[in-house]
C-alpha cells in the first residue's frame, strides 16, 4: 500500500537469512540456521542487496555488522514472516494465495498475474500441505477460502504491506521519497478535509502516489484489516470495530437538518414533530449519521419517521433534496457549495450534543513509514488550521 507493489516478493528463505544474518553477526552461523550452504546464502544475500539498491551488511574481519539500510529493512522482515507464519511457505504459494483471494477463483488470479492455472493449482496445494490445513474448497461450480484459507490470505497481505513499507523507507534513505499511501475516505471527510490534506501533502511529496478509496465504513474496515488500505477517515465508531484497530478521534461533526430552498420548513425553526411530517432520505442503519438521527426524534420523545429512500451517497441526496420536499441531515461542510449558491438551506438548528466524531482508524499494530507518518500529520495541521477541534 505505502510503496508500490510492483516490487517483487523475495524468495522467503533469503529474507530469513537476512534477519539471521544480523541476528548471527556472520555468514556462517546464518547458514546453518537457514539451512543453507554459505555459498547459497552469500548468493541470496547479493540478490537481497540487489533488490534493495543499498548494502545491507558491512563486511568487517569479526562479522558482519548491519548498515542503515539494514536497521530499517529487518525489522520489517522480521514482522512480515511474522505475519506469514508458515516456516515451510514459499514466495510463490503467498503470491498464488493472495491472487487466488483477489481475484475470487483460479481463472481470474490466471489473468491477472499471467500464470497458468495449474501452476497456481500447484502452488496452493503446496502451500496447504506446508501449513497443514485445507485453502481453499469446491463451492458449486466455483472455489471459495476456507477460513484457514482466509487467514493466510489476511496474513499475507500484512506481510506484503510491511515489506513495501520497508522499501519505502529504503527509497527515502536513498533520498528519493517515492512510494504510495493508500486513504479509505467515509463521506464526511471527502468534502473537505481530505481534498486539502491531500493537496498539502502532494506539495511537500510530489512523487508519492495517494490512492483515495471512496467507501462507507463497512466496506473499507476489512481492506484495513488487510493492510490494502492504510488508514481510514470519517466518522468513528462507538463501540470500537475490535481490539485489532485503534482510532483517533480529530474533531466533533455537529450535522444539520438540510433542504431545498424554498422547503414548506424553510425558515420555520421547527421541532422534531415538525419534521417528523416530512420524507426523509439518509444513511444505512448503524452508521454514526442514523443513530444520531434517532436520537434527535427519540430525545424530544417523538415516534422516529419512515425513510422511504436510504441513501449514503451526497451527490445522490444532494439531486434528491432539490427536487422534492425530502429532507436530510448532513455536515454542512458536505453541502457547503450548495448552500453557498442558495440551492440548499439548514432547516432549524440541531440540539447541540448532537455531534459524532471524525477522526483516523488504523491498525493497532500499524507502524507508520516516515511519509504516513507526515500524512497524519498533515491532516492534523489542517485540522487545528480550520480550527474545528
Not at 14 to 43: C, F, M, N, W, Y
Not at 129 to 139: I, S
Request: charged share 20%.
Amino acid at each position: 500500500s505505502v510503496a508500490s507493489m510492483d516490487v517483487p516478493l523475495p524468495n522467503l528463505r533469503h529474507l530469513r537469512g537476512v534477519i539471521e544474518i544480523a541476528r548471527a553477526g556472520s555468514i556462517a552461523r546464518a547458514a546453518d540456521a537457514v539451512s543453507l550452504t554459505q555459498p547459497a546464502l552469500t548468493q541470496a544475500l547479493a540478490r537481497m542487496e540487489a533488490l534493495a539498491g543499498l548494502p545491507l551488511f558491512e563486511r568487517r574481519p569479526g562479522g558482519m555488522t548491519p548498515t542503515p539500510a539494514a536497521e530499517l529493512l529487518v525489522p520489517r522482515i522480521a514482522s512480515a514472516l511474522g505475519y506469514i507464519g508458515a516456516r515451510h511457505a514459499t514466495a510463490a504459494g503467498v503470491r498464488a494465495l493472495i491472487a487466488v483471494a483477489d481475484a475470487g477463483g483460479y481463472a481470474g488470479a490466471a489473468a491477472a498475474t499471467g500464470l497458468s492455472e495449474p501452476s497456481l493449482h500447484r502452488a496452493v496445494g503446496a502451500l496447504a500441505l506446508a501449513l497443514r490445513r485445507p485453502l481453499v474448497e469446491r463451492r458449486g461450480r466455483g472455489i471459495v477460502l476456507t477460513d484457514a484459507g482466509r487467514r493466510a490470505a489476511r496474513g499475507f497481505r500484512l506481510a506484503r504491506a510491511e515489506l513495501a513499507a520497508g522499501w519505502s523507507e529504503l527509497a527515502a534513505l536513498k533520498g528519493h521519497e517515492t512510494g504510495r499511501i493508500s486513504i479509505g475516505a467515509m463521506p464526511l471527510p471527502r468534502a473537505r478535509l481530505l481534498p486539502s490534506a491531500v493537496i498539502a501533502f502532494h506539495r511537500a511529496y510530489p512523487d508519492v502516489e495517494v490512492r483515495i478509496h471512496e467507501g462507507a465504513h463497512a466496506e473499507l474496515i476489512e481492506p484495513l484489516r488487510d493492510g490494502d488500505i492504510d488508514l481510514l477517515i470519517g466518522a468513528l465508531r462507538d463501540p470500537s470495530p475490535g481490539r485489532d484497530v485503534v482510532q483517533h478521534a480529530l474533531f466533533a461533526d455537529r450535522p444539520a437538518v438540510i433542504a431545498r430552498t424554498g422547503h414548506p420548513l424553510a425558515g420555520t425553526a421547527p421541532d422534531a414533530a415538525m419534521l417528523a411530517r416530512y420524507p426523509w432520505t439518509i444513511s444505512a442503519p448503524g452508521t454514526p449519521l442514523r443513530l444520531l438521527w434517532e436520537r434527535l426524534f427519540a430525545d424530544a420523545g417523538v415516534g422516529v419517521p419512515r425513510v422511504p429512500i436510504e441513501c449514503g451517497s451526497v451527490i445522490a441526496i444532494r439531486q434528491m433534496l432539490l427536487e422534492s420536499d425530502f429532507l436530510t441531515l448532513l455536515s454542512p461542510d458536505q453541502v457547503a457549495v450548495e448552500l453557498a449558491a442558495g440551492l440548499l438551506t439548514r432547516v432549524g438548528e440541531t440540539p447541540v450534543g448532537l455531534a459524532r466524531t471524525i477522526g483516523l482508524t488504523m491498525r493497532a499494530d500499524w507502524r507508520p513509514t516516515r511519509l504516513q507518518a507526515a500524512f497524519v500529520g498533515v491532516v492534523e495541521a489542517g485540522v487545528r488550521q480550520a480550527g474545528v477541534r
